[in-house]
């Protein structure tokens, strides 16, 4: 299965500041997928991100929020813009890695918003 | 859309027992239910998955049952072992398609 690496995998950020996350896979994928993990809760993904098009976002997340760069098949940054405390969150890339929706996640990146 | 429900929220189970984790899925079209481990500080990991066209598989101790009828999958772990603490969650949603919908997850700790 493909291995992601996500940076960074922690960061502890100002209110109304922005942070870029970055994914990097080690095989070209056509999908990256980048969802939201609030402490203790479950997974909600945040968008869908192709390479040479827009990423498609789901219900309740804006571009102008969480802009997301796909510039080749093995690489994608997430955008946490304006940040307030009510995005501290897990921010977790992934991808198909099965061909079928079982999905390889990155580690993860833990951010904090004070 | 698709609605995923998981219980219990967290379960204790002494070493060598077994765990049983339940979901429930609203969507009748769903065909494809994965099931993550997620240990602290890491992404969830995915540790066997099943497709409607099935009843039941294993892979050593881990097993996950489907009724489709019931619209309820269920996750099996035999003689539990103390690096099975971890939590776990259920998703749901069509082979093939990207969209997962995942249930709450379950905090599960062995007991040595």
């Known amino acids: 299965s493909a291995v992601i690496s996500q940076k960074p995998s922690r960061d502890i950020c100002q209110r109304g500041t922005s942070l870029t996350i970055q994914c990097q896979v080690d095989?070209?994928?056509?999908?990256m997928f980048w969802y939201r993990q609030q402490p203790g809760q479950s997974l909600t993904l945040i968008a869908t991100a192709n390479q040479g098009s827009e990423a498609t976002y789901e219900s309740g997340f804006v571009i102008d929020k969480f802009p997301i760069s796909r510039p080749n098949l093995t690489f994608s940054t997430l955008t946490v813009s304006n940040m307030s405390p009510e995005d501290s969150s897990i921010y977790l890339c992934s991808v198909d890695s099965t061909g079928g929706g079982g999905y390889t996640f990155g580690s993860g990146t833990r951010l904090t918003v004070v | 859309g698709e609605n995923v429900e998981q219980h219990p929220s967290t379960l204790s189970v002494q070493e060598g027992d077994s765990a049983v984790i339940k979901c429930t899925y609203s969507?009748?079209?769903?065909?494809?239910f994965p099931w993550y481990k997620q240990e602290l500080g890491k992404g969830p990991q995915l540790i066997i998955d099943i497709r409607s066209n099935v009843g039941e598989k294993k892979d050593q101790r881990i097993a996950v049952t489907l009724n489709k009828t019931a619209k309820h999958f269920s996750l099996h772990i035999t003689e539990t072992q103390p690096e099975d603490s971890a939590v776990y969650f259920c998703a749901g949603g069509l082979f093939g398609n990207e969209k997962l919908t995942f249930g709450t997850g379950t905090r599960l700790t062995i007991i040595p």
């Open positions: 969507d009748s079209a769903s065909n494809y």
């Open positions: 095989s070209q994928v056509t999908m």
